[in-house]
């Protein structure tokens, strides 16, 4: 007579699989009793409380609190205009790299600067007037004069 095929890491597989259907049947009947069928519209309700989290009772009206309809912000808040005109000193400059950083007079915001930018060479605490304009990746890059 000839040797069952079957190995112990099949017969671990397919209870795998059966463990899975099985599972996959109990979830769906669990969605199927929880789906809300013969439930009224008052018990499907939810509120929202002062807290922000949902509730199944209504806000007490005693803490309604009145808002503004001017005071509603949708989306990103806009930007404030930036003057591009500014003043600084340059705090690093590498020749050899191209590139360097100056310190703005008013706000001591470090902003880059590129070799290519300049319209006369810069040394080390030099003082600059530059003119800001927005790169692709540094958030700022100026261009220099004196």
Known sequence: ??????????????????????????????????????????????????????????????KRKKVKKEDIELGV?????????????????DDAKGFGFIIDRESDERIFVHLNSLEEPVKVNDKVTLKLKRARKALWQSMCSW
């Open 77 to 93: 808040p806009k930007r404030e205009k930036v003057d591009p005109i500014r003043k600084g000193k340059v705090s690093y400059f």
């Open 1 to 62: 007579m000839a040797k069952s095929r079957e190995t112990y890491s099949k017969k671990e597989n397919e209870k795998k699989k059966h463990k899975k259907r099985q599972d996959k049947e109990y979830r769906k009947d669990q969605r199927k009793s929880e789906k809300g069928e013969g439930k009224t519209f008052e018990d499907m309700i939810m509120y929202v409380d002062e807290d922000g989290n949902l509730t199944s009772s209504p806000p007490d009206p005693t």
